[in-house]
């Protein structure tokens, strides 16, 4: 199994952020599975990237090619996948991964994050969307998913699991595997 790792090309400001996307990467390796993730060296990226290789794990990369041309690419990955554009990158990360978590980041973040939510909303995929809310960081995105349910402009399978804690978040994704 392959876990799409969605997170910021920087650390931000909040050392327990960077903390666990080291837990998050190294967590997933102990567990078997492997990491497919934006394919930089750089942020919250490369640190998922580097705990769950030194955790022996598996981890592909896939990378647009103006990123590699601004040497933004990991050279020690399992494997690095260059595409075309972000939406190629989007989908080839899709096609690898059988569930996907988002930590904290920035615009490109959300867009990965909202655009496989719309994708399964819309019947394209039925995959485990997790989002690991570190101090917080998605409170206020959760509130807004809640408002958009209520308000009636959120149909079909529009559940985000979220958790505080790596291992809860990866429990709450194989359970919701197997139902």
Aim: charged share 15%.
């Amino acid at each position: 199994m392959n876990i799409a790792v969605f997170c910021g090309a920087n650390t931000g400001h909040d050392p327990g952020i960077l903390h666990a996307a080291q837990e998050m990467g190294r967590t997933i390796a102990q567990r078997g599975m492997g990491v497919v993730y934006g394919g930089g060296h750089v942020g919250l990226m490369g640190a998922v990237a580097d705990a769950a290789l030194e955790a022996g794990g598996k981890v592909i990369g896939v990378i647009p090619g103006f990123m590699v041309e601004k040497e933004l690419a990991h050279q020690g990955l399992s494997e690095l996948i260059i595409v075309r554009d972000m939406h190629e990158r989007k989908m080839r990360m899709h096609e690898l991964s059988q569930a996907v978590v988002a930590l904290p980041g920035g615009f490109g973040t959300m867009d990965e994050v909202f655009e496989l939510l719309t994708w399964r909303q819309l019947g394209l995929h039925a995959k485990p969307i997790a989002l690991l809310n570190v101090n917080g960081f998605y409170t206020p995105l959760l509130e807004q998913v809640v408002r958009m349910e209520q308000d009636g402009f959120l149909h079909g399978s529009t559940r985000i699991l979220a958790a505080t804690t790596v291992e809860a978040l990866l429990h709450s994704i194989q359970r919701d595997m197997t139902v």
